[in-house]
């Protein structure tokens, strides 16, 4: 199936410090574009993945799992690294989560960690009845485009693979065990209003990490697609002055774009 347009992924070739982007369950790297595009123009690497399954249909989504969604994440970083001397993660919602994993598995190879919105968990009924309803439904309500500002969309599917979301559920529980590994420096942004991740996932994220570097900022004028919501250049000047924190050499060299 062709990728939608808009959903494609998008790749800068700037200086020595690189970021990966991780966008969320669902959606598409158009929901972090704007902030891949900005951290562009100040010099920086980046690379935005197109997630597996996502940015066609949601029926492509049905025969994908965690472990192709983070495969697709953990190559971009060994590319990355390659070409960088210091790399950054950053992740939306279930974006988080993978960023997280790459942390604790990649220990001092990341250099810091920007979660927006991160989920650890699917909560409600739908959780329990995962197991059995994901082989008797195909997929139920979308969750994109939770978002504060009028007239913005977020390019994401409006039905949620159920098959998938079982998947989802299996990560979350895998991240969860790993958290104590994660030490690096951590931002985490997240909104009070999120419709789709609440706050108690950020939370329980800060209260297992081991991280000693951790700065946590509420969104207040966001729901959960912060990324494209009133907060958004919020998100983008908190993450690069905590890039050129932790790593001064950046927007030292010439750049060229690919997208």
């Not at 329990?128 to 994401?156: C, F, N, Q, Y």
């Not at 958004?232 to 030292?252: D, H, Q, V």
Request: charged share 20%; hydrophobic share 40%; aromatic share 6%.
């Amino acid at each position: 199936m062709p990728v939608l347009p808009g959903a494609e992924p998008y790749r800068h070739e700037g200086g020595d410090v690189g970021v990966l982007l991780c966008h969320g369950f669902t959606g598409s790297p158009q929901s972090l574009r704007p902030w891949a595009e900005y951290l562009a123009e100040h010099g920086l690497t980046v690379s935005l993945p197109l997630l597996p399954g996502h940015g066609t249909r949601w029926q492509d989504m049905q025969v994908t799992s965690w472990q192709d969604w983070y495969a697709e994440v953990d190559r971009e970083l060994r590319t990355l690294r390659q070409r960088c001397e210091a790399v950054f993660v950053c992740g939306l919602s279930m974006g988080g989560a993978l960023t997280l994993r790459l942390a604790a598995r990649h220990g001092d190879a990341i250099r810091g960690i920007v979660l927006v919105n991160p989920a650890n968990k699917v909560h409600g009924v739908m959780a329990h009845a995962l197991p059995v309803v994901r082989h008797l439904v195909p997929s139920t309500d979308g969750i994109a485009s939770d978002i504060a500002k009028e007239g913005v969309e977020e390019l994401g599917y409006d039905r949620v693979p159920l098959h998938a979301a079982y998947s989802l559920r299996q990560f979350f529980q895998v991240v969860d065990g790993e958290l104590p590994q994660v030490t690096q420096p951590v931002v985490l942004l997240h909104s009070p209003q999120d419709h789709v991740v609440p706050p108690a996932d950020s939370a329980r994220i800060l209260s297992r990490i081991s991280s000693t570097d951790v700065r946590e900022i509420l969104l207040e004028q966001s729901y959960h697609v912060a990324t494209l919501d009133h907060d958004a250049e919020r998100i983008f000047e908190e993450s690069l002055a905590f890039i050129g924190r932790l790593a001064p050499s950046i927007g030292k060299e010439g750049s060229t774009t690919v997208g």
